[in-house]
Nanobody, 121 residues
Framework: QVQFVESGGGLVQAGGSLRLTCAASGSIFSINDMGWFRQDPGKQRDLVASITSGGSTNYADSVKGRFTISRDNAKNTVYLQMNSLKPEDTAVYYC???????????????WGQGTQVTVSS
């Protein structure tokens, strides 16, 4: 029904920057909240940042002042600009969105496939 394509992960040195992009497509009527989560192997998936359809944002304390989430509603796309990266930011990053589909007009949570971010010290 709904597909997500994530891009922008990779290997960067501490202090560097990366920009993650997640584009949604498919049977989309509207998208409510969008967000980015991250997960280390063997650990739970934690919220990094979220943004409402109106543009209100929320950040994990560990990334405040370094990461910026934004979205382009016309393109059904969410971005995560990551600056001043630290080794502890290393994880698989997943985008998430609450989507009202054209099939049922009900809302469901969808996940991207994940993209690896590795920050070397």
């Amino acid at each position: 029904q709904v597909q997500f394509v994530e891009s922008g992960g990779g290997l960067v040195q501490a202090g560097g920057s990366l920009r993650l992009t997640c584009a949604a497509s498919g049977s989309i009527f509207s998208i409510n909240d969008m967000g980015w989560f991250r997960q280390d192997p063997g650990k739970q998936r934690d919220l990094v940042a979220s943004i409402t359809s109106g543009g209100s944002t929320n950040y994990a304390d560990s990334v405040k002042g370094r990461f910026t989430i934004s979205r382009d509603n016309a393109k059904n796309t969410v971005y995560l600009q990551m600056n001043s990266l630290k080794p502890e930011d290393t994880a698989v990053y997943y985008c998430n969105a609450n989507v009202r589909t054209t099939v049922s007009f009900l809302s469901y949570n969808f996940w991207g496939q994940g993209t690896q971010v590795t920050v070397s010290s």
